[in-house]
């Protein structure tokens, strides 16, 4: 793992940083698949505060350079392990999310594992292929954030992928 990335334990304190990255218009246009209200900070808090007392939901909190970058986690999606992630906008492009995503895979080892992405989000896309997911399938599903049902790729990390050495993003 890069020293300036580090991959903990999500705190209270992280969740105010947390909301405020969710926010972002762009951010939750590129998700896509985001909460129905953004902005509703009791729901947001609810919901963290079901996930983190969800044992089989593996959740990280990504600290770059010392500040709270975002959050890396696994969960189960009908009886599939699923990774998802979230940077706060002022950490895209800098590689952060594929070093964070290698660093969580080594943690939670368990394969296959899956990942979803729209398909026009090609950052994302990026980072998940870097870390040696492939597209294996596609779906649709309605994106509160664009307010309409979109197309998504679906990715496997395959029980025998190796993992790449990152890149820059």
Not at 105 to 116: C, F, K, M, N, S
Request: charged share 25%; with cysteine.
């Amino acid at each position: 793992m890069a020293d300036d990335i580090v991959l903990r334990d999500v705190t209270d304190d992280d969740l105010p940083i947390f909301f405020g990255q969710q926010l972002d218009p762009d951010a939750n246009y590129m998700a896509a698949f985001t909460s129905r209200d953004p902005s509703d900070r009791d729901a947001f808090m609810a919901h963290w505060a079901k996930i983190r007392a969800d044992e089989t939901i593996t959740n990280r909190t990504v600290v770059y350079d010392g500040q709270v970058a975002g959050s890396v986690a696994s969960f189960e999606d009908f009886g599939q392990l699923e990774v998802t992630y979230w940077l706060g906008r002022e950490f895209w492009g800098r590689g952060i999310a594929t070093r964070a995503l290698t660093a969580f895979l080594e943690y939670q080892t368990t394969r296959p594992i899956y990942a979803r992405a729209a398909k026009d989000n090609a950052a994302s896309l990026r980072v998940l292929q870097k870390c040696g997911f492939v597209i294996t399938g596609e779906d649709k599903g309605y994106a509160n954030a664009r307010g309409q049902v979109i197309e998504e790729y679906l990715l496997t990390l395959a029980a025998d992928a190796e993992t790449p050495a990152h890149e820059s993003e």
